[in-house]
């Protein structure tokens, strides 16, 4: 299995900006897609944003598109959430995993992210 490590979240105006990192433990994190989700209170998990192996290709949930950018280092096993523009509604816990998940284990801890004035 590979370990996850969310990190990065935190509390912000709405419009500002925050950064999010997820840390794999092993390599083998290279050989599948990544993506970011989403978990608000009271709400399903679900996917925002979703990038490939070599980073050709990116895909983003509607209510984040244009705000949002997703990126990763394979030689650092590391992918990263840009978020801009942030909204109260972006308030939630941000985990990563592959896409479909599960495919190399289990989820992390998550990164919370909460937009108030």
């Known amino acids: 299995q590979v370990q996850l490590v969310e990190s990065g979240g935190g509390l912000v105006q709405p419009g500002g900006s925050l950064r999010l990192s997820c840390a794999a433990s092993r390599s083998n994190f290279r050989l599948t897609a990544m993506g970011w989700y989403r978990q608000a209170p009271g709400k399903q998990r679900e996917l925002v944003a979703r990038?490939?192996?070599?980073?050709?290709?990116?895909n983003y949930a509607d209510s984040v598109k244009g705000r949002f950018t997703i990126s990763r280092n394979n030689a650092k096993k590391t992918v990263y959430l840009q978020m801009n523009s942030l909204k109260p509604e972006d308030t939630a816990v941000y985990y990563c995993?592959?896409?479909?998940?599960?495919?190399?284990?289990?989820w992390g801890q998550g990164t919370q992210v909460t937009v108030s004035s």
């Open positions: 990038i490939s192996i070599g980073s050709d290709s990116t």
């Open positions: 995993n592959t896409v479909p998940s599960g495919v190399l284990g289990g």
